[in-house]
């Protein structure tokens, strides 16, 4: 009796898994260096992006301003690396310390 109660939750507790996977949200970059994030995957159709905003409304983007895509995660580690980055590359000359 307690394996035939074990049997529904082990498949209930799959099938929320499997379908949490697909509620990623996913960053557009833009080349005028915008960032648009998105509630569905972005689909590619009749030259331009489809994609649902946070409110649930289809909205698109036209494909040459498009940069990159990029899950959400992604997009946050690589900006977080980047930030690093340059405060790590900004060296100052000993002749300018007396400016600022």
Request: no cysteine; net charge positive.
């Given at each position: 009796m307690v394996f035939a109660m074990k049997t529904p939750a082990i498949?209930?507790?799959?099938?929320?898994?499997?379908?949490t996977g697909c509620a990623h949200s996913y960053v557009l970059r833009l080349t005028n260096g915008s960032e648009?994030?998105?509630a569905s995957k972005p689909?590619?159709?009749d030259?331009?992006?489809?994609?649902?905003?946070a409110k649930g409304e289809e909205q698109w983007v036209?494909?040459?301003?498009?940069?990159?895509?990029?899950p959400a995660s992604v997009a946050k580690a690589e900006s977080k690396s980047q930030a690093t980055k340059i405060k790590s590359d900004k060296k100052r000359?000993?002749?300018?310390?007396?400016?600022?």
């Open positions: 498949g209930l507790l799959i099938g929320v898994i499997a379908l648009i994030t998105t689909h590619f159709r030259g331009a992006y489809w994609f649902k905003d036209m494909a040459a301003s498009v940069s990159e895509i990029a000359k000993w002749y300018l310390l007396w400016l600022g």
